[in-house]
Structures are given as C-alpha cells and as structure tokens.
C-alpha cells in the first residue's frame, strides 16, 4: 500500500485529466502578456517608493535595495525619479541622508577594525571608498575646503606688471604691415 502524502496528492490532482483528454504537451507561451505576477513590480506606488527611500536613508545602497525580494530594477527606480517629481524630491532626500549614514559607519567600522586586527585592509577600503563617494556625492559637507588667503589670513592680492613695449614709428612701416 502506497501511503501519499498531502503535497503530492495535490499535485497528481492538478496533473490529472478527464478521460479521452491528452495532455497537452507544450503549455501555452506568456510571451506577449503585459502580465508581471511573479516578477518585480514595475508600477509606482507611494508605499513602495517610501520603503526604498527608507532603506537608502539607512545606508543601504539602491543597487544592494533592488536585489532584494519585492523591490523593482535598478533602472526602474532611476525612471521613477525621472517621471514622478514627488518620488525625486524622497529620493534626493534619501541620498543626503544615505551620507549621513555613511559618515556613522565610516566610525563604526574603524572601530571594529580596532578589536579585529585582521580585517583592517578591509575595513580601510570601505571607509575609504564611503569618504570618496561622499567628497563627490555631497561636496559642500564632506569635501575637501580649499581656502585662499593672503598674508595673516586677509584677503588674496594680485599683482600684475606690463613691460613696456617699444613705440614703433609708423613711418617706418611698409604698406604690409612690417618693418623696412
């Protein structure tokens, strides 16, 4: 006796077919529907726009928010900034606040660096890497200042000299331009 369990019940019930009925042998193609069910959602939504800002304020990056489950493509996000000035407004506020962050773990992992003497090469990188992004991505804050100053710190002075050129004597001059 053949003892069948609920799983493959199930399955033999929906493989089964009416008498006089074949199986078909290829099941219809999906090419052409618009149909995204169990892929990655596409269309905005502001309850999903807030969740990947949220996570980017975070410190997560939209590449790693993207991979996860439910979270649409990459390009799908970057398209969003572009047609919903709404969501552009969250996202560019979500990226002041991702270097926030990022300033918080550049402390917390030279910390850690400390306790674990063999992961330092890493750890230099990363800060390394979130200081660079952050100079670039929001300068005014985490850039480098270049200041310019004259002597005991007043303002700059600029100095210029001509040289006298010699007075030449039009006379002297052919019809071309240059001297006889």
Not at 15 to 33: D, H, I, M
Not at 44 to 65: P, Q
Not at 80 to 94: G, I, S, V
Request: with cysteine.
């Amino acid at each position: 006796m053949v003892k069948l369990n609920r799983r493959t019940e199930t399955k033999k019930e929906k493989r089964s077919y009416p008498k006089g009925v074949k199986r078909p042998t290829k099941l219809p193609s999906k090419a052409g529907k618009r149909g995204n069910k169990n892929g990655r959602p596409r269309a905005y939504s502001e309850a999903l726009a807030k969740k990947i800002c949220d996570k980017m304020a975070g410190g997560k990056t939209l590449s790693k928010i993207c991979k996860l489950a439910k979270m649409p493509a990459y390009q799908t996000v970057i398209d969003w900034t572009n047609q919903y000035p709404e969501f552009k407004l969250l996202y560019q506020e979500a990226k002041d606040k991702q270097m926030d962050a990022w300033a918080e773990q550049i402390v917390d992992l030279s910390d850690d660096s400390i306790m674990h003497p063999a992961a330092t090469g890493k750890a230099k990188l990363q800060v390394d890497t979130r200081k660079w992004l952050m100079s670039k991505l929001k300068s005014k804050r985490y850039g480098d200042k270049t200041i310019l100053t004259g002597e005991d710190g007043g303002p700059v002075k600029f100095i210029v000299e001509y040289e006298d050129k010699p007075q030449v004597d039009e006379s002297d001059l052919t019809p071309d331009g240059e001297k006889e």
